[in-house]
């Protein structure tokens, strides 16, 4: 069973950054782990993905080299690094772990099906 608190969202003016953490309670070892975002009157979709015992980041198109995925040596936390915040990042940002080793792509639907989520932190970029 694991357990998902994230942290860090806040009001930020464009160009600006943010980073959010999420503590995860839980064994986390070959676990697909990804930050999700969703905008009011749309869908959830996948922002960054990672598998916790490595490999390559995944990220959307719309945050590459904006944002960076990354977690604690420990694998207690996952943090998302967001810099140049542009109004369209607005959203709810949730953590998510499923057991792996197979991670779904980070536009993959069956993140939405089963796994583990946090609450979200929310995160609103004006200009």
């Known amino acids: 069973y694991v357990q998902l608190v994230e942290s860090g969202g806040g009001s930020v003016q464009a160009g600006g950054s943010l980073r959010l953490a999420c503590v995860v309670s839980g064994d986390t070892d070959g676990t697909c782990m990804g930050w999700f975002r969703q905008a009011p009157g749309k869908e959830r979709e996948g922002v960054a993905t990672i598998f916790t015992d490595g490999g390559a980041a995944s990220y959307s198109d719309s945050v590459k080299g904006r944002f960076a995925i990354s977690q604690s040596n420990a694998k207690d936390t996952l943090y998302l690094q967001m810099n140049d915040l542009k109004p369209e990042d607005t959203a709810m940002y949730y953590c998510?772990?499923?057991?792996?080793?197979?991670?779904?792509?980070?536009?993959?639907?069956?993140?939405?099906?089963?796994?583990?989520w946090g609450q979200g932190t929310q995160v609103t970029v004006s200009s």
């Open positions: 998510a772990a499923r057991d792996g080793p197979l991670c779904p792509r980070v536009d993959g639907r069956s993140w939405y099906r089963g796994g583990y």
